[in-house]
């Protein structure tokens, strides 16, 4: 009887187990293989990408940063092209929702810089010859992210003919209609007198402002009044996004200039100079320069 209940007792410790019997809340332990977080999140591929070039121990934290930016950057493309799809259906509570996200995520992404805001120069120079010609301005996803904005620019290609895959997404991204492409069609199709000029331009070029637009966004929020409508809303949300993706430029460029004052940025642009540039520029310009007639 002892020898059978000792083999049982044998037997019980070999089982896998699932959770502490005596608290059923205590989750379960046990997985055959990696765990479904890992499974799904993919931590392990994440935390291992981070390969400093220096022995600078502040290095690692500029270069985590770098690649959460391009995580958030990953984000707020894919919300900006789902709502670009939808305005194309018509859809406009779905653009709406896909465009609140990116705001949210827009929050956080320049939330990003805070790690890196206070950088001395000499903090920075510590490892700075560890980025070699690496620059955020040959980042293809932040380069998908400014087209769709309508920042576009053949040239800006160039960096990625090495990469065929990455050059072939962002020639497509190019020749596509950016967001704000997608929400003038919108206000035509509504009725808004969009010239024709605008809605047959060229995609692949930089899109500039045109006193017509300004008119139908200063009627838009004219006929409104005190009052609210859907194309307010959606002015309204537009707004906020373009607010912080120039949120987002400004912090880049006090981060810039408080850590390297006005030295050639890394891969040989003007740096500040360059930044000051992306600063001054209106995202949606018209929907800025309308509230002055309004």
């Known amino acids: ?49 981070q390969h400093p070039r220096s022995d600078d121990p502040g290095e690692m934290v500029f270069l985590v940063t770098t690649q959460v930016m391009e995580l958030w950057f990953t984000v707020i493309v ?14 406009l509570p779905t653009a709406m ?30 490892y700075r010859s560890a980025l070699g010609e690496g620059s955020g301005f040959q980042s293809a996803m932040y380069r998908r992210l400014e087209f769709l904005l309508g920042e576009k620019s053949a040239s800006m ?32 199709r509504r009725g808004c007198a969009v010239p024709r000029s605008v809605l047959d331009r060229d995609l692949t070029r930089r899109y500039e ?28 949300q537009l707004t906020e996004v373009a607010e912080l993706v120039w949120r987002w430029r400004n912090d880049h460029l006090v981060a ?18 360059w930044l000051e540039k992306r600063a001054a520029k209106n995202v949606f310009p018209e929907l800025w320069t309308a509230r002055s007639h309004v």
């Not at 002892?2 to 332990?29: K, R, W």
């Not at 996200?101 to 001395?120: F, I, M, Q, V, Y």
């Not at 990625?160 to 069609?185: F, I, M, N, Q, W």
């Open 157 to 188: 290609l160039v960096p990625h003919r090495g990469s065929p895959r990455v050059h072939e997404e962002l020639e497509k991204a190019l020749a596509e209609p950016s967001l704000y492409d997608e929400v003038l069609a919108f206000l035509a």
């Open 78 to 91: 894919h919300e900006w092209e789902t709502a670009a799809q939808a305005l194309r259906e018509d859809d």
């Open 209 to 236: 402002p045109d006193p017509l637009v300004e008119e139908v966004w200063r009627r838009i929020y004219a006929e409104a009044g005190a009052g609210d409508s859907e194309l307010v809303r959606l002015g309204e």
């Open 1 to 49: 009887m002892s020898q059978h209940h000792d083999a049982y007792h044998a037997q019980a410790q070999a089982q896998p187990q699932h959770g502490n019997e005596a608290d059923p809340d205590t989750p379960n332990l046990d997985f055959q293989g990696t765990t479904p977080y890992e499974d799904y999140v993919q931590a392990s591929v994440l935390t291992h990408l």
């Open 256 to 273: 810039t200039r408080r850590a390297m004052g006005a030295k050639t940025g890394t891969g040989g642009s003007a740096g500040v100079a």
């Open 97 to 126: 929702a896909a465009l609140r996200r990116s705001g949210h995520e827009l929050e956080s992404l320049n939330d990003s810089w805070k790690p890196l805001a206070h950088l001395t120069p000499g903090q920075f120079n510590a």
